[in-house]
């Protein structure tokens, strides 16, 4: 009978090796990770696709017998316009049509009172004046590494006879494409 039990004994020593070998298989295998990015770009900081504020030009303040007010297109922080895109890219900018486009002779753009009275003025991409931006004017850029580029445009308003103390702006459409 000891035999016996010595047997079944032996027996389940062995099972219980076997049961703890299965437990000790390793498996292996990866994981597969992926990122996707698309081009893109930042106009003075602020990112988007649509209704992105390209900055102000703010030509000061002056009498109404004014000859020439100059100023340039600020964007945030009080420098000039910034565009910063993806490595790669080429980006170009296009200064569209404004509010009130030819309704002065003296200048391809106006700005209006709301009332009836514009005060013509253009853009131009030298500090100058010697290198107009016409209407749907392109500015390319260099191609980018992905730093921030300064964008200068330069605004130079011209008075006229008759023109009334007033609020006068105009909004200009600007593309981006990249």
């Known amino acids: 009978m000891h035999m016996l039990v010595s047997r079944i004994g032996l027996s389940l ?26 081009s893109s770009c930042l106009v003075n900081g602020t990112a988007g696709s649509t209704g992105l504020n390209f900055g102000t030009v703010n030509f000061g303040t002056t009498t109404s017998l004014f000859t020439e007010a100059d100023g340039q297109v600020l964007g945030g922080g009080g420098g000039a316009l910034s565009v910063q895109c993806s490595s790669g890219t080429s980006p170009t900018i296009t200064v569209g049509a404004g509010s009130h486009d030819a309704q002065s002779t003296g200048g391809s753009r106006a700005l209006y009172d709301g009332v009836a009275n514009y005060v013509p003025y253009d853009f131009y991409t030298d500090a100058a004046h010697s290198q107009l931006l016409a209407i749907n004017g392109v500015i390319n850029l260099t191609a980018s590494t992905g730093q921030a580029q300064a964008v200068n445009i330069y605004g130079k308003a011209v008075g006229k006879a008759g023109l009334p103390a007033g609020t006068y702006t105009d909004t200009v459409a600007v593309q981006l494409t990249f």
Request: cysteine-free; hydrophobic content about 50%.
């Open 13 to 38: 020593l062995g099972l219980a090796l076997v049961s703890s070998a299965q437990a000790a298989t390793t498996v292996t295998g990866q994981i597969s990770s992926t990122l996707i990015l698309t």
